[in-house]
């Protein structure tokens, strides 16, 4: 079992930072990639960005890309997504998982929700205009 907490997010003005954290605990040493993902009220979940853990390989989805930087403190099983020029329409509830289940060398290889097999419990960005 893998337990994901995640913190940083809150209220924000549009083009301001935030900066995500999320902290791993328990049989990470089985974590092959670990990846953001984002559900605003009636729309699907989406995906953000991945990392592959041990080359620390990224990808991130077209909508984030440039933005958006995800990276891993490996010392502190600990994965960030650093966002900025953040948008009203970034409001949303973001969440981190963890992939223990191996789908591929590659970080775009975790980009389907499925691929990952725990979640934290997400934490809320409200991005103001």
């Known amino acids: 079992q893998v337990q994901l907490v995640e913190s940083g997010g809150g209220l924000v003005q549009a083009g301001g930072s935030l900066r995500l954290s999320c902290a791993a605990s328990g049989r990470t040493f089985s974590t092959y990639a670990m990846g953001w993902f984002r559900q605003a009220p009636g729309k699907e979940r989406e995906f953000l960005a991945s990392i592959y853990w041990s080359a620390g390989s990224t990808y991130y989805a077209d909508s984030v890309k440039g933005r958006f930087t995800i990276s891993r403190d490996n010392a502190k099983n600990t994965v960030y997504l650093q966002m900025n020029s953040l948008k009203p329409e970034d409001t949303a509830v973001y969440a981190c998982?963890?992939?223990?289940?191996?789908?591929?060398?590659?970080?775009?290889?975790?980009?389907?929700?499925?691929?990952?097999?725990?979640w934290g419990q997400g934490t809320q960005v409200t991005v103001s205009s």
């Open positions: 998982a963890a992939a223990s289940s191996y789908s591929g060398s590659r970080s775009y290889n975790y980009i389907l929700p499925g691929k990952y097999d725990y």
